[in-house]
């Protein structure tokens, strides 16, 4: 039997966080070819015609060529075993996103050498900083003329507020590139297009003449003149720092051409931690080595594989060792549950999984016992709420022609909703018949629609709302939730949320100040809280 410390202490489970097109479909298929998965690089982005994107599960992403829902692989590289989970990189993407970071120990983060940090980096990134998560940085397209590195650095520090620790350094870029200096193992990786492996040279340092022979003048000075500049103005590595996100070791290369990715996979095998302490509800930490099973569902999706016709809770396992068929505890249901189907996620297969470890995400079949952020144990309570929601920026209100199928848009509804892929709020005055959702991005809307149509047979029409704000009143004194049939000052129009709470839709967030002036023994929250 795997000594169950060992098995915890080689798991690794990260993200990928990157604005759409800075390449990171292109770089998670290099980073399984590199994990011995495909066998080829390039087996993954599916185009017409060839295979269909590894973590691409639903036909509209299939058809479109865009991941909107995120999914888990796992495999082994250099003794560990990875959990790779993948974010939805679509410029307009939903809570499926921030929420996924919650199950991950660390980051890399993706940014095009020729554009910076971007819009939608920016946005996960503050969710890695909340969780203060390590991370690593792969400047992509070095292929391609971009920035300055320096300015891309500076980008990096002043925009995220973090510091950045280049471990390569680029020789040149777009047609001039060579190859990387490793600035820890004095070595330079040449690289040449078309080539898999690099050519290795060893050097005294950064200013070994061997350097200079591989690149004309104007760029070896300055590739010299960063050397210098990096060595006394950007301090040393200092893991207590990366491993509380605030320096990110910084590499650079080219997905499409595989530079630099077997040196990225290689700072990740030496700095990425293991799976971390989760705090539970009582604040008391839940240790990954902790015996006793405990773990939370992140993320719920319906439907994954037509074949199967089901919906999947995906679980990620805090402490002790998850057995397939075991009887586990349900915190909210107050609940005993036999876990018999469970799987973990391997390029376009899912496997039955039999054990899986602290750190590690499996996918349990479930027939409707999940929410989102339930928390299941092997016995003991506990309870994680850690789970953030995210305030809806998009309204609209959701209707059907034919009465007969109004439950059925209901029932439909209210699935999606807990899976999380959608808010749900109801106006008391016309009730669930006509629902209202909520979602972060606009592409929600057109997965919504597709989804009730795809799977529930539903002809749905979409009446866009002006609203833009979602604010979850609460007394001020105590903190508990309005009751519903309390009203506000202040003419605010009232809704319930899926779980009865009562929540005031708003135009503009100023109207806000308004009511608050109105209802001063009220706070208004952004989120409803689980
Ligand atoms: P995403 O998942 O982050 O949205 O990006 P994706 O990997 O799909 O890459 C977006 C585009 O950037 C693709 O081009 C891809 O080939 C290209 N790309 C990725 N890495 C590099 C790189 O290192 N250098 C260069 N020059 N390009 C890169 P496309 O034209 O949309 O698709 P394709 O026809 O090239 O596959």
């Not at 692989?73 to 679509?90: C, E, K, V």
């Not at 600035?183 to 950064?206: D, F, H, M, N, P």
């Not at 007969?404 to 899976?419: C, D, S, Y």
């Amino acid at each position: 039997m795997a000594d169950f410390k060992q098995e915890i202490a080689r798991r690794r489970t990260f993200a990928i966080i990157s604005h759409p097109d800075a390449g990171k479909t292109t770089i998670t298929e290099k980073i399984l070819f590199h994990g011995g998965v495909i066998r080829e690089a390039g087996e993954v982005k599916g185009k017409s015609g060839t295979k269909a994107a590894t973590s691409d599960w639903m036909t509209m992403e299939k058809e479109r060529g865009v991941s909107i829902t995120s999914s888990v692989m796992q495999f082994d590289y250099s003794g560990l075993r990875i959990n790779l989970l993948d974010t939805p990189g679509h410029k307009d993407f939903g809570e499926d996103t921030y929420r996924t970071l919650v199950a991950a120990d660390s980051a890399a983060m993706l940014i095009d050498a020729a554009k910076g940090v971007e819009k939608q980096t920016r946005k996960l990134f503050e969710v890695c900083k909340k969780r203060q998560l390590p991370i690593f940085t792969f400047a992509n397209k070095m292929d391609r003329e971009g920035k300055d590195p320096l300015e891309l650095i500076d980008d990096v520090e002043s925009t995220l507020g973090i510091r950045c620790y280049p471990v390569t350094w680029p020789i040149g870029m777009g047609d001039r590139f060579v190859g990387l200096y490793h600035r820890l193992e004095k070595k330079v990786y040449k690289y040449t297009k078309g080539q898999v492996a690099a050519e290795i040279l060893e050097v005294s340092g950064w200013d070994d003449p061997v350097i200079e022979s591989l690149t004309e003048k104007e760029l070896y000075d300055k590739f010299c003149e960063d050397m210098e500049l990096l060595d006394v103005a950007l301090g040393p590595f200092e893991e207590a720092e990366f491993r509380s996100g605030m320096l990110s070791p910084m590499s650079f290369g080219s997905a499409k051409n595989n530079w630099g990715v077997d040196l990225f996979m290689e700072q990740f095998r030496m700095w990425a931690p293991g799976p971390g302490i989760y705090q539970a509800d009582d604040l008391s930490p839940v240790d990954p080595n902790e015996k006793s099973f405990a773990g939370f569902v992140f993320k719920i999706q319906a439907n994954m594989d037509k074949r199967h016709r089901d919906r999947v809770a995906f679980l990620r396992v805090c402490s002790g060792q998850f057995e397939r068929g075991m009887k586990v505890k349900h915190q909210r249901l107050g609940r005993d549950l036999r876990l018999s189907y469970a799987n973990q996620f391997q390029a376009h297969e899912r496997d039955t999984v039999d054990t899986a470890y602290a750190g590690d995400i499996v996918g349990i079949v479930d027939t409707g016992n999940f929410q989102i952020g339930d928390t299941i144990t092997d016995g003991k309570t506990l309870k994680f709420s850690n789970m953030p929601r995210f305030a809806p920026e998009l309204f609209a209100r959701l209707s059907i022609k034919d009465p007969l199928k109004k439950k059925q848009l209901q029932k439909g509804i209210r699935q999606l909703a807990e899976e999380g892929a959608i808010q749900l709020f109801i106006d008391p005055i016309v009730g669930e018949q006509e629902p209202i959702v909520g979602v972060v991005g606009e592409l929600q809307f057109e997965v919504l629609l597709y989804r009730l149509n795809d799977e529930y047979r539903l002809d749905v029409r979409l009446e866009r709302l002006p609203f833009s704000v979602a604010r979850w009143p609460r007394k001020k004194e105590s903190g508990e939730p309005l009751p519903l049939n309390d009203g506000l000052n202040g003419g605010a129009k009232i809704y319930s949320d899926s779980r009865d709470n009562m929540v005031v839709l708003l135009a503009r967030e100023w109207d806000q100040g308004w009511l608050e002036k109105e209802n001063p023994d009220v706070e208004f929250h952004t989120t409803a809280g689980l």
